[in-house]
C-alpha cells in the first residue's frame, strides 16, 4: 500500500525553529562522529540546540547494529569494525557513500518510530525520484531498493533487487540519531566482507552502477529538498550569524 501524502511527512510543530543542516568535507573518523552525535542529541533533547542534520563521509569501515550475527563479518581484518547502539545488523560506511546523521526530537513531530523510518525512507525516495531512479521500500526489508530487471531472476522467480541506501536508527529521550547512507559511488567490493544487513538474496548497487555519474554535490542539493518536504525547513550553519546556531559543539 503506498503512504498518502500527510502519512509520509513529519512535520514539526508550528513555531519550531528549522533544522540546522551540515556538511563536512573530507572523511570523518568513526569515533569523532560518534561523539559529535552524543554530545548533539544530549543537547537537543535539553533544549539547548535545534535540531540537526549532518551530511559526511567515513574512511573505510564496517558498523555492527544492535541485531549483528557475528558469523556475517566474513572478513573482520578487513577494515575497522565499530559496535554502534543503531539498530540493524552489519553494514559498510567508506568514501563515495553519502552519510546521513539525521538529529530530530520526535516530541515536536510524531512519538511513533515505524513512522520516523518511513519518513527517512520517503527522502532518499524522493531524492532519487529527482534523479528519474525508482526507490522502493519493503515491508520485510528496511532501506531503499530498485529492480534490476537486467539481471536473473532469483530462485523463487521475483525480480532480482540491489539495496541503493540503507537505514539505521536510534533514539534517545525521542531524539533520533544515526539514519541513512545513500550509495553514491563507494567501492562495491568493500560491502563483500559482511553480509550486508544480514541479507543474502538481494545485492547492493550504487547510483553510479546504475548508470548516474552524479556528484556528491548535486546529490546533497537533491536530499535537502527531499528531507524538507517530509520534514520541514532547514538553514544553513554556515549562514547563521556568528554564536547563533545553537549548535552543542564549538566551532560548529
Not at 508550528?14 to 552524543?38: H, K, N
Not at 539514519?179 to 553514491?184: R, T
Request: glycine share 10%.
Amino acid at each position: 500500500m503506498q503512504r498518502t501524502e500527510i502519512e509520509a511527512k513529519m512535520f514539526p510543530l508550528p513555531g519550531s525553529p528549522p533544522v540546522r543542516w551540515r556538511i563536512s568535507d573530507g572523511l570523518v573518523p568513526y569515533e569523532e562522529a560518534l561523539a559529535t552525535m552524543e554530545a548533539e542529541v544530549a543537547a537537543i533533547a535539553d533544549g539547548r540546540a535545534d535540531e540537526l542534520v549532518w551530511l559526511l563521509e567515513h574512511p573505510p569501515l564496517y558498523t555492527a547494529g544492535t541485531s549483528a550475527d557475528p558469523a556475517d563479518l566474513k572478513e573482520p581484518d578487513r577494515f575497522p569494525v565499530h559496535s554502534t547502539g543503531r539498530g540493524g545488523e552489519y553494514t559498510y560506511h567508506g568514501p563515495g557513500q553519502r552519510v546521513g546523521y539525521v538529529m530530530l526530537d520526535l516530541k515536536r513531530r510524531r512519538q511513533d518510530v515505524r513512522a520516523y523510518v518511513a519518513a527517512l525512507e520517503e527522502v532518499i525516495i524522493r531524492t532519487l525520484e529527482q534523479m528519474n531512479v525508482r526507490g522502493e521500500r519493503r515491508e520485510d526489508r528496511v532501506g531503499v531498493w530498485v529492480r534490476r530487471p537486467e539481471r536473473p531472476r532469483l530462485a523463487d522467480g521475483s525480480m532480482a533487487e540491489d539495496k541503493v541506501a540503507a537505514l539505521g536508527i536510534r533514539l534517545r529521550r525521542w531524539v533520533s540519531f544515526h539514519g541513512f547512507s545513500l550509495n553514491v559511488d563507494p567501492d562495491l567490493s568493500h560491502f563483500g566482507g559482511i553480509v550486508p544487513c544480514g541479507i543474502t538474496a538481494y545485492g547492493v548497487t550504487s547510483l553510479v552502477d546504475l548508470g548516474l555519474p552524479v556528484m556528491m554535490p548535486d546529490v546533497d542539493i537533491r536530499l535537502r529538498s527531499a528531507f524538507e518536504e517530509v520534514f520541514g525547513p532547514t538553514v544553513s550553519e554556515t549562514s547563521l550569524p556568528l554564536g547563533e546556531g545553537r549548535s552543542a559543539i564549538a566551532g560548529a
